[in-house]
């Protein structure tokens, strides 16, 4: 068995002003704006983190230098299979630089105006490979841990995350 966390966090305190997490955070009604997996990696003995930025698409940071832009809200440990654990660093080093899906984050605050004025949402036309940190999540607890999506990844948000392992960790 190996151990991983999917974790939900916000901008810490050095960050001018995250206008774009308060953004997220408000529409969602949550505490965090942005979701990562930390898991520790025995080669490089130390903790990473794995995740979709706007500064760096999706990638691997070590948790120090993580930590000083990041702080944590929620996290859920879950214990996974070697298999599953194989899955996840695959999943990981075929994902590994791709952008990040700026044009995805700006549907899902259209869809959120929308909501609000009772209107039908938009369907998301996938027309890159490009990903935000929540879209990540989703896949990775589809293909990893083998759960099965409830609508498009492109329209997955952290609170959907928390959801789904909240009925995961159960």
Known sequence: M???????????????????ASLIRFCMG???????????SETFNQHLIYEATLAGGVHFVS???WITHNQPVKEFTL?????????LMRFFIENAGIPYAT????????NYMLKLLK?????????????????????????????QPNKAYDLYEPKDIETILTTYNR
Do not use: D, W
Not at 139 to 146: A, D, I, P, S
């Open 119 to 147: 209107l039908q949402p938009i369907e998301p036309k996938r027309q890159s490979e490009a990903m935000i940190c929540s879209e990540v999540l989703a896949r990775l607890v589809h293909e990893v841990l083998g759960l």
């Open 30 to 40: 949550t505490q965090y704006s942005h979701t990562y997996v930390k898991f520790f």
């Open 2 to 20: 190996r151990t991983i966390v999917i974790g939900f966090s916000k901008p810490s305190k050095t960050v001018k002003f995250p206008i774009i």
């Open 79 to 87: 214990n996974i299979s070697q298999e599953q654990y194989e899955k």
């Open 63 to 65: 948790v120090k230098r």
């Open 103 to 110: 044009s995805q984050l700006f549907l899902i605050g259209v």
